[in-house]
Nanobody, 122 residues
Framework: QVHLVESGGGSVQPGGSLRLSCEIS???????IAWFRQAPGKEREGISC????????YYADSEQGRFIISRDSAKKTVYLQMNSLRPEDTAVYFC????????????????WGQGTQVTVSS
């Protein structure tokens, strides 16, 4: 069993920054961890993913340069640093882990957190 708990969401003005955290507990040896988001009325979209074994990262083209994924292996926590936030970044942000898949297709991921709300508004 794997549990993922996101935190760090909140309200921020355009141009601001937030750092989301995803704390992972459980005994699964997972292959990749990713961040996704889902805005009201829209499909869930992948933002970034990381493979803990080698630190390889991948980003959606639209977020390259603004968002940074990182990990703290000792704390079993993965972060998403979000900079230069825009109103269109408003969404619920989820972290997820996969046993074998990689990339930004949600179907590749087996376990999900409950999400944390990010609202970007002036």
């Amino acid at each position: 069993q794997v549990h993922l708990v996101e935190s760090g969401g909140g309200s921020v003005q355009p141009g601001g920054s937030l750092r989301l955290s995803c704390e992972i507990s459980g005994s699964l040896n997972f292959y990749a961890i990713a961040w996704f988001r889902q805005a009201p009325g829209k499909e869930r979209e992948g933002i970034s993913c990381l493979t803990p074994s080698d630190g390889h990262t991948y980003y959606a083209d639209s977020e390259q340069g603004r968002f940074i994924i990182s990990r703290d292996s000792a704390k079993k926590t993965v972060y998403l640093q979000m900079n230069s936030l825009r109103p269109e970044d408003t969404a619920v942000y989820f972290c997820a882990v996969s046993r074998a898949g990689f990339g930004l297709n949600a179907r590749a991921y087996d376990y999900w957190g409950q999400g944390t709300q990010v609202t970007v508004s002036s």
